[in-house]
Nanobody, 127 residues
Framework: VQLQASGGGLVRPGGSLRLSCAAS????????VAWFRQAPGKEREGVAC????????YYADAVKGRFTISADKAENTVYLQVNSPKPEDTAVYYC?????????????????????WGQGTQVTVSS
């Protein structure tokens, strides 16, 4: 059971970037998946979550309206579309799943329940 995050890089403020989270060893249509991020010197924080069963999405206030989480079940991949990034979005981005439920919980942004983590991909927002 593994998650592989990719797609990070250097992006200018106001640009766009798409992060990918490919699953292996399990089907993403069975479990909710979330994106987290960790900036230097800061704690890891929840960014977005997508429920597997009904596709409902949840976002942190800081990214609402700019980021979009989606899932491609045929590709067994979850994406995070990053639009209009700001310098404060600079961080290592991780995808994760509790590997327990198809639904994002009301406290999806809490790290402890997540059992499977991708390795992280660096996003740097700079002009």
């Amino acid at each position: 059971v593994q998650l592989q995050a990719s797609g990070g890089g250097l992006v200018r403020p106001g640009g766009s970037l798409r992060l990918s989270c490919a699953a292996s060893g399990f089907n993403l249509d069975r479990y909710a998946v979330a994106w987290f991020r960790q900036a230097p010197g800061k704690e890891r924080e929840g960014v977005a979550c997508i429920s597997a069963r009904d596709g409902r999405t949840y976002y942190a206030d800081a990214v609402k309206g700019r980021f979009t989480i989606s899932a491609d079940k045929a590709e067994n991949t979850v994406y995070l579309q990053v639009n209009s990034p700001k310098p404060e979005d600079t961080a290592v981005y991780y995808c994760a799943t509790e590997h327990y439920t198809p639904y994002c919980s009301s406290s999806w942004y809490i790290l402890l329940p997540y059992q499977v983590w991708g390795q992280g991909t660096q996003v740097t927002v700079s002009s």
